[in-house]
Nanobody, 115 residues
């Protein structure tokens, strides 16, 4: 079992920045992929970015060049640095981890970008 807890969301003006954190309740082997997803109420959950082994990262086209995903396995924490935020980035952001076929999700953190 793993518990994931997100933090760092909030209200920011367009063009601003936020840094999200996802703290895990126990150590996660570096080869497990960790992800950020986001969801607007009424819409499907959307994949945002993934990180594995610290340096292998992938991004959705909508955030590429603006968001940076990273992880610090010693601190059991994953991050999402979000720059040049846009109103369309407004959503609840969730961290995700899949281990041995089991999906683990955090409770989410709200990000609101005002125009």
């Amino acid at each position: 079992q793993v518990q994931l807890v997100e933090s760092g969301g909030g209200l920011v003006q367009a063009g601003g920045s936020l840094r999200l954190s996802c703290a895990a309740s126990r150590s996660i082997y570096s080869w497990y992929v960790m992800d950020w997803y986001r969801q607007v109420p009424g819409n499907q959950r959307e994949w945002v970015a993934s990180v594995a082994s610290g340096t292998s990262t992938n991004y959705a086209d909508s955030v590429k060049g603006r968001f940076t995903i990273s992880r610090d396995d010693a601190k059991k924490t994953m991050y999402l640095q979000m720059n040049t935020l846009r109103p369309e980035d407004t959503a609840i952001y969730y961290c995700h981890l899949r281990i041995n076929g089991v999906n683990y999700w955090g409770q989410g953190t709200q990000v609101t970008v005002s125009s």
